[in-house]
């Protein structure tokens, strides 16, 4: 069965997501309908996925088994002005719109099927990680539907408190930059130590491609594959030894805080 699908904001993350549940089959092109006040966004979607587009986000949600908000924040408050009140009680609406708490959603859209999620960036390369609640509105089967989608842009979990959101934007949403700040380091001090910076960018990328990829298929905890990398007196032992002295631990623990006390604020 191919779902209806309307995306209001036909950006980045609606690409990634078309994208996904084009491949993995939920929908068919001729099954979403993508509505961004761009031209040139919407003719970019259309020729590249077939999809419908629309300049009209009324038009869009009309017939749509799932309606997924997409764009930034600063333009939520117009995009639910002009669909309050033309929702179906039994559309769902899914939205991925940071720092946006479901009773804003609630009560700018004045519907109650709503999903609210927090994916990340590697979500536009299938290797998302999202993680997600519904209100009590949100049927078996509508949860099914948001957790394939999830699913086709790589991980997701389900949490049953809102809060729960708040807590998962400070290290899998806002994680990805955290991690691309140390890569930029890494290749800064590579390139220091004389590198090319392609050379530079070369070393960093692999090692932290190849890393990962260890980290996951070795079945090892991190702590057990460092241990493994570090004898006693030697090259890895003297860095880490540098990153203890800067208290490396307890200035990350304070940068994911930092993040979640603004994902509250924001939220208010
Ligand atoms: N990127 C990520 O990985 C990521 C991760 C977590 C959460 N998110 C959330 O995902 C949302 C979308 O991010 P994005 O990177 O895809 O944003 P984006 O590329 O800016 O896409 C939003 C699109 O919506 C359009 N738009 C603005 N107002 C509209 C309206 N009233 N009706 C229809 N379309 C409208 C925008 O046009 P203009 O450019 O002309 O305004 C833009 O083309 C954000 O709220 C963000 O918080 C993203």
Known sequence: MSVEIAFIGGGNMTEAMGAALLRAQISLPENVRVSDIKAERRQYMAQKYGVK??????????????????????????????????????????????????????????????????????AQVGQGMSVWTATPAV????????????????????????????????????????LFLFVESLAGAAESLGFAPEVASELVMQTVLGASCFLAESGKTPAELRKMVTSPGGTTAAALAVFEKGQFAALVKDAVAAAYRRARELGK
């Open 139 to 178: 049927s078996a089967e509508q949860k099914a539907l948001a957790a394939s989608l999830l699913k086709a842009m790589g991980k997701e979990i389900m949490v049953g408190d809102e809060d729960i959101i708040d807590r998962a934007t400070a290290v899998s949403g806002s994680g990805p930059a955290y």
């Open 53 to 122: 587009t629309t300049g009209n986000n009324r038009e869009a949600i009309n017939g749509a088994d799932l309606v997924i908000l997409a764009t930034k924040p600063q333009d939520i408050d117009a995009v639910m002005a002009g669909l309050n009140g033309e929702l179906r009680a039994e559309q769902l609406v899914l939205s991925i719109i940071a720092g946006v708490p479901i009773v804003k959603l609630e009560r700018g859209l004045g519907h109650g099927r709503l999903v609210r999620v927090m994916p990340n960036t590697p």
